[in-house]
């Protein structure tokens, strides 16, 4: 089955203690992305990235570190939570920009940072 | 940049027709423009794309006027399943970044 899977799901951590978000997509896709979601700002994308060894910054990349090392991983990396991140986090993926095929997303990490 | 306005919620009723529009002034030549729909705790799903005049497929329809400056997404005869939030997006201006807006909640009510 196409998806995109994200690890864990659930996460409360404390301030400081670095963490990673993993995602996964099995679609062979080119372009992934990661999003935070709060309450009355939808969808805020951190960061993105082209193609393997390719990232670059979304809207709110402070606070976030990612990697693309293989086409199908993207994950996302908190060196020092603070609870300000505490969010629901979404992974995306999509074949590529040029097509208009759309995106694909995990099904979210919610992290509480204490 | 393109960025996105929508209204933050409407109420409908059983088996009406729901308008949503959504306004992208700043829309560059090369964005498509993208709805998706969003259950909560659930990761958007998509529901139609277009580029100008209309699109329609087994969900909705997709209106764009000639200046490309809004949009407008129309569910026909929408059910209580239909209640979400649904999102307005448009390619970055370098179709690298993707910009959701706030959504809108659209209630159905019995």
């Known amino acids: 089955e196409a998806q995109v899977t994200q690890n864990p799901r659930y996460l409360i951590t404390v301030t400081g203690k670095k963490l990673t978000v993993t995602c996964s997509q099995n679609m062979n896709h080119e372009y992934m992305s990661w999003y935070r979601q709060d309450p009355g700002l939808g969808l805020r994308q951190i960061y993105y990235s082209m193609n393997v060894e390719v990232t670059d910054k979304g809207d709110v990349p402070e606070g976030y570190k990612v990697s693309r090392k293989e086409k199908r991983n993207f994950p996302l990396i908190l060196e020092s939570p603070s609870p300000n991140q505490t969010s629901l986090y979404f992974c995306?993926?999509?074949?590529?920009?040029?097509?208009?095929?759309?995106?694909?997303f995990g099904p979210g990490t919610r992290l509480t940072v204490l | 940049l393109a960025k996105t306005t929508q209204p933050i919620s409407m109420d409908s009723y059983e088996g009406q027709e729901v308008n949503i529009t959504c306004s992208h002034n700043n829309i560059a030549t090369n964005d498509y423009i993208t709805w998706y729909q969003q259950f909560p705790s659930q990761g958007p799903r998509f529901i139609i794309q277009?580029?100008?005049t209309k699109v329609t497929n087994e969900v909705a329809s997709l209106f764009i006027p000639a200046d490309r400056k809004s949009s407008t997404l129309s569910l026909p005869r929408v059910s209580l399943s239909d209640t979400a939030v649904y999102y307005c997006l448009v390619g970055g201006d370098n179709f690298n970044k993707f910009y959701f807006g706030s959504g809108t909640k659209l209630n159905v009510k019995p």
């Open positions: 277009g580029y100008k």
């Open positions: 995306a993926s999509t074949p590529d920009l040029i097509s208009t095929d759309t995106q694909y």
